[in-house]
Structure formats: structure tokens, C-alpha cells
């Protein structure tokens, strides 16, 4: 078996690439990224928006044994890819919200990518998981929350949004039966991911309500009051009212403390969509525009727009942390024997999706 084993590793050893090689291949991506860096500023050189071939070319390239020349697939992707479409760390593109940026992250990403330590649950690796719980930790006090809540990093503020929805559900125990009482409130400036996780959730039979808007983009308190006490007195169950901080088209920011006033006395699930604009509480006039967002259930930031970090991270924070607890630990037979180091986990959830 051993020997067996060792034979293997040698032939394996044909597809690794040595240093040298791995040196040539580093410096060819280091090369091209340095010029993509000098250039980024020069809009005649990258324009924050073109259409060449609509990437096209690159699915010409058949997908085969066969590898193309280093310096052709780094053409290919330079054209159909990084010269194609938006750029949004441009400092010319102001249309949506502008990413990326943090040079040192990029450096991470290729960091974690070599060593791809596995920061799914603690036993497999304590440190990943406590370096993803002082994260959240960090943001957790940045927004006011208590120690007892919990977060996760997700792939970005879609997950992040229908991970908060679910535990929202799970703890008003919506189910078949009730549904159809259930109501949610929403602005119109809601980001459409907050419909696809209703609906990926299986509310789309709850009652959805979207309340108009003031004329500064805002939801509107009185239309909000009004929607709430006809629903009563229709016999339904006012649920979850969702706030944005910082909506997608204005930035506009809901009347956040007026919301959670109107939630707390209704017993309501406040979330807040704070994708967009959650970290702007880093700064004092961000603070005092969020005001009220520490009395929320649970929130979403996303460091891929705020912080500027690459794509692929937004945060979830359920202040009750039970609850984010609840919908999500499950057991598995191979999971056996890291159960004892459940309670370590702390703040680790484990993902399902
Ligand atoms: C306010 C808001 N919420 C949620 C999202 C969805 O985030 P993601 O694209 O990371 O899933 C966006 C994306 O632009 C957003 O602006």
C-alpha cells in the first residue's frame, strides 16, 4: 500500500509546477497586473465602461487537453474579460457602486488560495474561524450590537440577506398553515435581492406590502403606519419590516429609528439591508445618519462595497444569536467527532447553502 501510495505521488508529481515554473507563471500575472495598476487611473487606456467582442472570443477557445501559450491566455482574458464590460475600481465609473481597490486583499486572496485552509468549522482550522468571529466581533460593536449576537461571512449581501430572512422566519415559526397571515414591509428602493430571498425562503405567499416613498427617497413613515393598522384590522400579522442604509439608486437611508419605534411596538423583526452604506458608520457623520440601526434584529454589510474589499464577501449579524444558531447547526455522522468542540465555535455557523 505504501508503495503503492509513493508511486502515485510520483506520477503526480508531473502536473505540479516546480519553482522555476511557478516562478514563470507568478511573474507573468505579477507583470500583467502591474501594468493593469499603472494604467487604471488612464480612462483612454481603461475606460470604465467599454464593449469590445462581449468576452465571445474567450468561449472560442475550446476547453481541452491541450494548454494555449501563457502569453495567449493572458491576452484572452485581458480582452474578453478585463477589458470588457464595467470597471468598477475606475475611478471614472460612477454608475452603481464602485469595488474593489485594496491592493493588500488581492494579496490575501492569493494568500488563502495557496494555503486554502478550510474555515468551515473549528476543528478544521481554530484560527480561520476565530480570525471570521473577531471580524464580525469588530462589526458587531461598530454597529451598537450586543456581544450575544452572531454573524457569518457570506459571498455577499444576497446570502447575507436571505441568511438573516430565514432566521426571521424560523423564529416567528412560519409555516404552511400561517403563511398567508404573515406580512412584510418594504420600500420601494428595496434591492431585488430582498424579493429573491422572500421568495428562495418560501414567502412568497406572505403578504409583501412596498411603501411609497418620501421626497427624499426615504420610506414614508405615515404610509408605513397606515399599511400596519389596515393589516390589523384585517386580521393579519405585521412580521418583518425591512430597512435599507443606503439603497442602491440614491443611498438613501430609511428613517431607521422611527422604524424600529413602529417594530418594537408591533413585536416585528427589523432587519436592515446596510449593504451599501453599513460602513459609513465609520465615520461621525455615518453614525449619526444610522441612527437607530443598534435596535435592529438583524443587519447586512457588505466589505465588497463599503471597505472595498475584492467580490465574494458580505456579513450577516443576527442580534439574538440563538436564533441565526437555530436555523442553522445540523449534524452529520462524519461531523461525529468535532461535536465536542461545538461550544468553541462560538459565533461559527454552519452554512447550508
Ligand atoms: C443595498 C444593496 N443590498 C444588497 C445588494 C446585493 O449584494 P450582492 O450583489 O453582494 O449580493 C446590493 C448590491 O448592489 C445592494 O446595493
Known amino acids: 500500500m505504501r508503495d503503492q501510495i509513493k508511486a502515485y505521488e510520483e506520477q503526480a508529481k508531473a502536473i505540479e509546477p516546480n519553482a522555476e515554473q511557478r516562478c514563470t507563471l507568478r511573474e507573468a500575472i505579477v507583470n500583467y497586473t502591474e501594468q493593469f495598476l499603472e494604467n487604471i487611473h488612464d480612462l483612454e487606456k481603461i475606460p470604465a465602461f467599454q464593449v ?9 477557445q475550446p476547453i481541452s487537453d491541450n494548454p494555449i501559450e501563457l502569453e495567449k491566455a493572458i491576452e484572452l482574458i485581458a480582452k474578453s474579460v478585463d477589458r ?3 470597471n468598477p475600481a475606475s475611478g471614472g465609473h460612477f454608475g452603481y457602486i464602485p469595488g474593489g481597490g485594496i491592493y493588500s486583499s488581492s494579496l490575501g486572496d492569493y494568500w488563502a488560495d495557496i494555503t486554502n485552509r478550510y474555515a468551515g468549522v473549528f476543528f478544521a482550522n481554530s484560527g480561520a474561524v476565530r480570525m471570521e468571529n473577531h471580524l464580525i466581533n469588530w462589526m458587531k460593536e ?6 450575544s449576537a452572531l454573524g457569518n461571512l457570506a459571498s455577499g ?12 422566519r424560523d423564529t ?6 400561517n403563511i398567508s397571515r404573515h406580512v412584510i414591509y418594504l420600500s420601494k428602493q428595496a434591492h431585488h435581492c430582498i424579493n429573491k430571498a422572500i421568495h428562495i425562503a418560501g414567502l412568497k405567499e406572505c403578504q409583501v406590502r412596498h411603501i411609497s416613498l418620501n421626497d427624499r427617497f ?29 439603497t442602491t ?4 437611508i430609511d428613517p431607521l429609528n422611527d422604524m424600529a419605534q413602529i417594530a418594537q411596538k408591533h413585536e416585528m423583526w427589523f432587519h436592515i439591508d446596510a449593504a451599501y452604506g453599513g460602513f459609513f458608520m465609520l465615520t461621525d457623520y455615518g453614525k449619526r445618519q444610522f441612527h437607530g440601526i443598534e435596535r435592529s434584529d438583524s443587519l447586512v454589510m457588505d466589505p465588497h462595497k463599503g471597505l472595498f474589499l475584492p467580490y465574494g464577501i458580505g ?21 461525529q467527532d468535532i461535536s465536542s468542540l461545538a461550544d468553541e465555535c462560538f459565533s461559527r455557523i454552519n452554512e447550508t447553502f
Request: charged share 20%; glycine share 10%.
Open 84 to 86: 470588457e464590460g464595467l
Open 172 to 177: 416567528a415559526d412560519i409555516r404552511a398553515h
Open 142 to 147: 461598530l454597529v451598537g450590537y450586543p456581544e
Open 52 to 60: 469590445h467582442d462581449t468576452g465571445i472570443d474567450l468561449t472560442k
Open 218 to 246: 426615504k420610506m414614508d413613515m405615515d404610509a408605513l403606519k397606515e399599511t400596519i393598522a389596515f393589516d390589523i384590522k384585517n386580521g393579519l400579522k405585521p412580521w418583518l419590516l425591512v430597512g435599507s442604509a443606503g
Open 315 to 335: 456579513v450577516v449579524i443576527v442580534k439574538n444569536g440563538e436564533a441565526l444558531r437555530n436555523s442553522f447547526t445540523y449534524k452529520a455522522s462524519y461531523m
Open 249 to 252: 439608486d440614491t443611498g438613501a
Open 157 to 168: 449581501g444576497s446570502i447575507a440577506n436571505l441568511t438573516a430572512i430565514v432566521a426571521a
